[in-house]
């Protein structure tokens, strides 16, 4: 079945059309990759299923619902997503990273939070405990009490991921995850995100540009070119589709395949 379901989206920025007729299915369970070169669309794309620009035309169907609400409400149906470029609440701890989105689904009100109640105490005592449980998952609870920005760059790619799950989210949508870490680091979250679709049955649909990454980790893989889908299928049969090569190496042949190491 079907977690989410793009159909025929179009989004113009003026003149400029940066998505055109674009189509997209997730499967429930399934690790999905989303590649093309800089300026393809995928961020666009990233940024119509969370609700930040409405589309053009065209339609994105989450759970079963049509999806063309406020991000906030997208978040609450189940959507979470990692950035580009990190947004880590820098001055805080990471414990407290990690506990703010936690606050989706606590049960306590505002009187009750402000008199700090039974009911309040124990539902930030419950907090803590997810919080740290999601921190041992991605090793950073030795760093608990430390100011998100003074982790060191891995570690605030992982904090971010981990604020994501905080949301008990259906699907989780990273934006380049790998982006900066060193081939140690990258195995370490190749392996932690395997471990977290299985562990919180969740979907996972992913931009990346390092190839032996998406690869290695995703079952299913979509390529953009200048807004459009150009293929889709197998890493397999993506990494040798002559469309994927021209548009990537800018040579339409069957005699190469995109392996490991181009980004």
Do not use: W
Not at 48 to 55: K, N, Q, S, V
Not at 102 to 125: A, C, N, T
């Amino acid at each position: 079945m079907n977690l989410l379901s793009i159909k025929n989206l179009s989004k113009n920025f003026g003149g400029i059309k940066a998505l055109i007729d674009v189509n997209i299915e997730l499967k429930k369970g399934s690790l999905t990759g989303l590649i093309g070169p800089n300026g393809a669309g995928k961020s666009t794309v990233f940024n119509m299923i969370t609700g930040i620009y409405p589309p053009s035309s065209g339609t994105i169907t989450f759970n079963g619902v049509n999806i063309t609400t406020k991000p906030y409400k997208n978040t609450k149906l189940g959507i979470a997503r990692t950035f580009q470029n990190i947004r880590l609440f820098k001055n805080l701890t990471v414990l407290d990273n990690v506990k703010i989105p936690e606050h989706l689904h606590v049960e306590y009100g505002i009187l009750s939070s402000f008199l700090q109640g039974p009911k309040y105490l124990k539902g930030e005592k419950a907090e803590d405990n997810e919080a740290i449980e999601l921190l041992k998952i991605f090793n950073l609870d030795k760093f608990k009490m430390n100011l998100a920005k003074n982790l060191p760059y891995g570690e605030q790619r992982k904090l971010e991921i981990a604020r994501a799950l905080a949301t008990k989210p259906l699907l989780l949508l990273l934006d380049e995850p790998a982006a900066g870490m060193n081939p140690q680091e990258t195995k370490e979250l190749l392996d932690t995100v395997k471990f977290v679709r299985d562990k919180f049955n969740i979907t996972v649909f992913l931009i990346e540009h390092d190839m032996s990454f998406v690869m290695e980790l995703c079952e299913d893989i979509y390529v953009m070119d200048y807004g459009e889908i150009i293929a889709h299928g197998t890493p397999d049969e993506i990494k040798r589709n002559p469309k994927v090569i021209a548009a990537y190496l800018g040579e339409d042949t069957n005699e190469i395949t995109l392996e490991g190491g181009i980004s």
